[in-house]
């Protein structure tokens, strides 16, 4: 059964102070903890504890006993008092915030994708599970953005949480440091050149703004090029703009176009 110390640090991750605080964030569903306890004890994003209902413990013995995890049996009962989906699902674990830090190396030899107050936790979630799917490993988000480890973002992720770095910084002093300096900038405008015509070479970093308000002004001087995904919608009455989150995906596809694939 869940104790009662157990409920009330669960709870509290609700908050991101408490998050931070404990360096755990809570997951539900079978398929991320099936990802997620491939991961080695200790590792970033390891299960720290495990909740699950006697069904879901038998029918996944060679998981747990392959990944050493000792879970704490409950009811789906106990769950749904914790959970935050609206269908409580048989399996729940806190997971282990990974410490950030910035690579530089990694930021110059890799894309990366840059987001200015980005707010909403579903479109920050697709975003890294986009992210994911193109092979795209490096994110970086203003401080004033949505907190990753939102239970709304992470069950977005859909397990991609675990494979992409995801890094709070001021974006304009990280592109003023001297080792960056030489990086390509891209910022993504209603108007700019047009994406479909303009080859973004190797590696560069791609700026995205708020959801509502665009990129501000204030990257103006650090971005090389100004980009545009055009519209093709009939006598241009479409749709005024893309969701970021739409975006993201046309861009991450025009930045792998013609790179063969691995394997």
């Excluded at 994110?139 to 990753?148: K, L, M, N, T």
């Excluded at 891209?186 to 190797?202: A, S, V």
């Amino acid at each position: 059964m869940i104790s009662t110390s157990q409920t009330k640090l669960v709870r509290s991750l609700r908050q991101k102070k408490f998050r931070y605080q404990h360096r755990l964030y809570q997951v539900e569903g079978e398929k991320m903890i099936r990802e997620l306890a491939k991961i080695k004890a200790g590792d970033n994003h390891s299960i720290h504890q495990l909740f699950a209902t006697g069904s879901w413990i038998g029918r996944n013995e060679n998981l747990l006993s392959s990944s050493a995890i000792s879970p704490i049996e409950t009811t789906v009962s106990d769950i749904k008092k914790l959970s935050n989906l609206v269908t409580p699902p048989e399996v729940m674990a806190l997971v282990r915030i990974p410490d950030p830090q910035v690579n530089i190396k990694v930021l110059l030899n890799s894309s990366v994708l840059a987001f200015e107050s980005i707010r909403d936790p579903g479109n920050l979630g697709t975003i890294i599970r986009t992210a994911d799917w193109f092979g795209i490993g490096q994110i970086i988000c203003s401080p004033d953005s949505v907190d990753v480890y939102n239970p709304k973002v992470v069950q977005s992720t859909m397990g991609a949480i675990a494979r992409i770095s995801v890094l709070y910084a001021d974006i304009n002093e990280l592109l003023g440091q001297p080792e960056i300096k030489e990086k390509k900038v891209y910022g993504t405008f209603l108007e700019g050149d047009n994406i479909y015509q303009t080859p973004l070479g190797e590696h560069p970093l791609v700026l995205f703004g708020n959801e509502s308000h665009g990129l501000s002004n204030r990257f103006d001087s650090q971005i090389h090029q100004k980009i545009s995904i055009p519209s093709f919608s009939r006598n241009g009455m479409g749709s005024e703009s893309l969701n970021v989150a739409s975006s993201v995906a046309v861009v991450c596809s025009e930045l792998k176009r013609g790179i063969p694939l691995i394997g």
